[in-house]
């Protein structure tokens, strides 16, 4: 039995778009994709300091799905 405040919501069995942490990665490479670095010491400092400096806004915005409530709301479902 599904509760009254559950929409499900099918998919792709892959579907990088909808998974959060994919669209994570691509905000912090946004910083990344430039640089050079000598070793994999280097890289893994940039990447600790990138999500230390990330706020809890940055982090919702970027992995939030409006979009899949306004349509919803849209459909006349939410």
């Known amino acids: 039995m599904i509760?009254?405040?559950?929409i499900l919501l099918f998919q792709p069995p892959y579907c990088p778009e909808l998974n959060p942490?994919?669209?994570l990665w691509q905000h912090l490479k946004k910083d990344l994709r430039w640089a050079?670095?000598?070793n994999l010491s280097q890289?893994?400092?940039k990447v600790d300091k990138l999500i230390a400096d990330l706020t809890?806004?940055?982090?919702?915005?970027?992995?939030g799905f409006g979009f899949i409530v306004?349509?919803?709301?849209v459909a006349g479902i939410f």
């Open 56 to 63: 809890t806004e940055t982090v919702a915005s970027v992995t």
């Open 70 to 73: 306004d349509a919803l709301s």
């Open 36 to 38: 050079l670095f000598k």
């Open 43 to 45: 890289l893994q400092t």
């Open 21 to 23: 942490i994919e669209r």
């Open 3 to 6: 509760p009254d405040n559950i």
